[in-house]
């Protein structure tokens, strides 16, 4: 079946480490967005990238980090800098030229 | 910079009765689309239905349909004969149409849809 897989669902973390939160697609898409959602909010955009080897900050890019080596990956690094990364984490991906987005599943990332 | 309002945190509705969700946004963008998200208690998030600027008409599918008001920037869904699995948090959303598609969120409204 064709998705974006995200892993893991839950994840935790001391303060102070770096994590790594998976994102894979097989639908093909070229774009991939990485969103974060914390309760009452609705989801604000971390970083997009419409192309492999290339990916611009969202409205909230500090204390993360992207790569896109493959058309098919799309992993987000939240760093120590970022203040409070305990949140929920949604991957979407979308085809050129076409206007909705897929969304995965999300990982829940606690920080303590 | 775009910006979406959904005014109603949370609402509740009969089962089978019919409600309506309010949105508003903000742009000076001509050319966009406008969607509805349904976020159920999985937080699988879905799209509900669409809506591109530069159609009149009003989207519909099955039992949700949109009011798009262009100049008053004005974009609800109304759910009829409302069911249980109905129950969840929507989101309101804005893409515009360049730039990435990059889509601005508001920050949901959490029905009840009770028997």
């Known amino acids: 079946d064709g998705g974006i897989t995200q892993s893991p669902k839950y994840l935790f973390r001391k303060e102070g480490q770096n994590v790594t939160l998976s994102c894979e697609q097989n639908l093909n898409h070229d774009a991939m967005y990485w969103y974060r959602q914390d309760p009452g909010q609705g989801l604000r955009l971390i970083y997009y990238?419409?192309?492999?080897?290339?990916?611009q900050k969202g409205d909230i890019a500090e204390g993360y980090s992207v790569s896109r080596e493959k058309k098919e990956s799309f992993p987000l690094t939240v760093t120590s800098a970022q203040k409070n990364p305990t949140a929920f984490y949604l991957c979407?991906?979308?085809?050129?030229?076409?206007?909705?987005?897929?969304f995965g599943p999300g990982t829940r990332l606690t920080v303590t | 910079a775009q910006t979406v309002t959904q005014s109603q945190p949370e609402m509740s509705v009969q089962e089978a009765e019919t409600v309506t969700l309010s949105c508003t946004y903000d742009t000076s963008e001509s050319n966009y689309y406008l969607f509805w998200y349904k976020q159920p208690p999985s937080r699988q998030m879905i799209l509900v239905i669409r809506q591109e600027a530069y159609k009149q008409q009003n989207a519909t599918e099955n039992r949700f349909s949109v009011n798009f008001q262009k100049a008053a920037k004005s974009f609800s869904l109304k759910i009829s004969d409302s069911q249980l699995g109905d129950t969840a948090m929507y989101f309101c959303?804005?893409?515009?149409?360049?730039?990435?598609?990059?889509?601005?969120f508001g920050a949901g409204t959490r029905l009840f849809v009770k028997a």
């Open positions: 990238s419409q192309i492999v080897n290339d990916f």
């Open positions: 959303a804005f893409m515009k149409m360049a730039g990435g598609f990059k889509t601005i």
């Open positions: 979407a991906s979308r085809r050129d030229g076409t206007y909705e987005q897929y």
